[in-house]
């Protein structure tokens, strides 16, 4: 069964900084594209950002200039920089691959809570 493991989600100041990671169980030559989506209470589940297996990215409108992602060599660890952090960022954020197959498999989320 495919896991992943999602890290570092908390509570932190507007304007301050979190990094998120989160390790699948797949083998990285399986992994097409990973990524981040959040979903803030009363809201749908948004696109944050997701990186190919080639390394394009691309980026929620809200986020451009802020947050980063990026993938470890292996390729099966994904990470998201979230650099000045908004109030509006406070979400419950969830990994996703994609395989070559078409499949999808999302992580367990991890909130995220961004005080004034």
């Known amino acids: 069964q495919v896991q992943l493991v999602e890290s570092g989600g908390g509570l932190v100041q507007a304007g301050g900084s979190l990094r998120l990671s989160c390790a699948a169980s797949?083998?990285?030559?399986?992994?097409?594209?990973m990524g981040w989506y959040r979903q803030a209470p009363g809201k749908q589940r948004e696109l944050v950002a997701h990186?190919?297996?080639?390394?394009?990215?691309n980026y929620a409108e809200s986020v451009k200039g802020r947050f980063t992602i990026s993938r470890n060599n292996a390729g099966n660890t994904v990470y998201l920089q979230m650099n000045s952090l908004k109030r509006e960022d406070t979400a419950v954020y969830y990994c996703?691959?994609?395989?070559?197959?078409?499949?999808?498999?999302w992580g367990q989320g991890t909130q995220i809570t961004v005080s004034s």
């Open positions: 990186i190919t297996r080639g390394g394009t990215t």
């Open positions: 797949l083998s990285s030559f399986s992994i097409n594209v």
């Open positions: 996703s691959v994609a395989d070559y197959s078409g499949n999808y498999y």
